[in-house]
T-cell receptor
Framework: DVKVTQSSRYLVKRTGEKVFLECVQD?????MFWYRQDPGLGLRLIYF???????EKGDIPEGYSVSREKKERFSLILESASTNQTSMYLC????????????FGPGTRLTVT | RKEVEQDPGPFNVPEGATVAFNCTYS??????FFWYRQDCRKEPKLLMS???SGNEDGRFTAQLNRASQYISLLIRDSKLSDSATYLC???????????FGQGTELSVKP
């Protein structure tokens, strides 16, 4: 059974803190993605990666960075958390040959106070 | 204008009803199309791909109209378990990057 796991289901952080969200997939997928999902706005792509040490900006990269040191792991970093980054964060992975099928992790509900 | 637009709903239908969702996309260079399903407080999962000729999977039928740039999903004989948010998804063949619509919420009532 394919699996994408995320380090936390719920996270509460204070404004200004540095936040790390971890994502691990066991499917040997090259592509990995970070989204945030907000009511009325749907899924918005923050960053994605085609390969180890590769990264590309998505639609809303401001305030975020990413790291991909190993193929199976893709980390999202909030350098200085702000209240407008309170959201549901979803990680996904896909095989480049089946790009339409993304496998998502269960999500991390981040609250910044 | 959003790249992928859906009616957010909610669509409230009785069990056994037939319900249809439409989705429009703005970029005519779009290559591939999909419907994903997202249950409440869960992650999205691929429901079905949408092929040019239209395709069916059990009670679900997906159709694509490239000329008018819209995609549809038809659910026949709705079940309570069909209650979810349905996401229209477009692939512009940009190396795996997908564009998600904001989703249409369906609630099937007994």
């Amino acid at each position: 059974d394919v699996k994408v796991t995320q380090s936390s289901r719920y996270l509460v952080k204070r404004t200004g803190e540095k936040v790390f969200l971890e994502c691990v997939q066991d499917m040997d997928h090259e592509n990995m993605f970070w989204y945030r999902q907000d009511p009325g706005l749907g899924l918005r792509l923050i960053y994605f990666s085609y390969d180890v040490k590769m990264k590309e900006k998505g639609d809303i990269p401001e305030g975020y960075s990413v790291s991909r040191e190993k193929k199976e792991r893709f980390s999202l970093i909030l350098e200085s958390a702000s209240t407008n980054q309170t959201s549901m964060y979803l990680c996904a992975s896909s095989d480049p040959g089946l790009a339409g099928e993304q496998y998502f992790g269960p999500g991390t509900r981040l609250t910044v106070t | 204008r959003k790249e992928v637009e859906q009616d957010p709903g909610p669509f409230n239908v009785p069990e056994g009803a037939t319900v249809a969702f439409n989705c429009t996309y703005s970029n005519s260079a779009s290559q591939s199309f999909f419907w994903y399903r997202q249950d409440c407080r869960k992650e999205p999962k691929l429901l079905m791909s949408v092929y040019s000729s239209g395709n069916e999977d059990g009670r679900f039928t997906a159709q694509l109209n490239r000329a008018s740039q819209y995609i549809s999903l038809l659910i026949r004989d709705s079940k309570l378990s069909d209650s979810a948010t349905y996401l229209c998804v477009v692939d512009y063949n940009q190396g795996g990057k997908l564009i998600f619509g904001q989703g249409t919420e369906l609630s099937v009532k007994p």
